[in-house]
């Protein structure tokens, strides 16, 4: 075969492979029948394809063997919302940031994920002489957070469980597992809120939720962050409405997109 052919034949393959990965984030969660005949293309292929994209991280499968259905994982939705940060995301999301700045006088931020990270996109500052300290730009670990929390919640289970590790140490040493960092995320899921009690650092308190798409997948999160201290527990409940009602809002202002 010669080098254009080659050429070719490998442009074909990155094409069919980016037909299926737009395909699967138009109707997820969907199956390999369905994909071949919305694309076209036989089963065999799109089955190949599937599995080439799900070892890259950039798919998962969702169900028992042979009854599978496939959707994004959240290394392609980072790439929604790393683009979606520069205009969109930010701009329908600062009212909200506005207000709940102004009702909690603490520091909200607004995070997007970058693989097993949060990135810092935007913020409104507290007015109060102690508080929190983050910078936008500023990346924080996903699995110690309460907005990672949140992110991680409104995962697929089947993307979920990869991305937890056997065991996670605490910033007091509390370690872990990952059976009870799933209960606690899962939670996260039913109450729509996390919580973070200094678990990266221990001055550093958040409760936080995460902010969705139309199709109810998580692209970044929103969080009240303040000194530990400040946390008591008669706030957990007050804060966790303000927070959940906040990502409501903006969720709904992105699905209008």
Do not use: C
């Not at 969109?88 to 102004?102: F, K, N, Q, S, W």
């Amino acid at each position: 075969m010669s080098e254009s052919s080659d050429t070719r034949q490998g442009m074909q393959s990155v094409l069919r492979s980016l037909d299926v990965l737009e395909a699967v984030a138009q109707s997820q969660p969907v199956g390999i029948s369905a994909l071949a005949r919305s694309l076209g293309i036989p089963k065999a292929t799109v089955h190949r394809i599937l599995r080439t994209l799900g070892e890259a991280g950039w798919l998962a499968p969702q169900g028992a063997p042979g009854e599978q259905r496939w959707v994004l994982t959240a290394r392609a939705l980072a790439v929604g919302a790393r683009v979606m940060t520069q205009d969109d995301l930010r701009e329908r999301a600062r009212p909200v940031l506005e207000e709940l700045g102004r009702r909690t006088d603490e520091n909200i931020h607004l995070s997007a994920p970058d693989s097993e990270s949060l990135v810092l996109i935007d913020k409104m500052p507290s007015s109060r002489p102690v508080q929190t300290v983050a910078q936008v730009g500023e990346r924080v670990p996903m699995i110690l957070t309460a907005s990672g929390w949140a992110f991680l919640s409104r995962l697929p289970a089947a993307e979920l469980v990869t991305r937890i590790p056997s065991v996670v140490e605490l910033a007091n040493g509390t370690r872990l597992t990952r059976k009870e960092l799933l209960a606690e995320i899962e939670a996260v899921a039913r109450r729509g809120v996390a919580v973070n009690p200094g678990r990266w650092r221990p001055d550093v308190s958040a409760i936080g939720s995460a902010i969705n798409d139309r199709q109810g997948q998580p692209v970044a999160a929103l969080s009240i962050s303040l000194p530990s201290y400040r946390l008591t527990d008669e706030l957990h409940e007050p804060y966790g409405q303000l927070v959940r009602e906040a990502t409501e809002r903006i969720s709904a202002e992105l699905a209008r997109r």
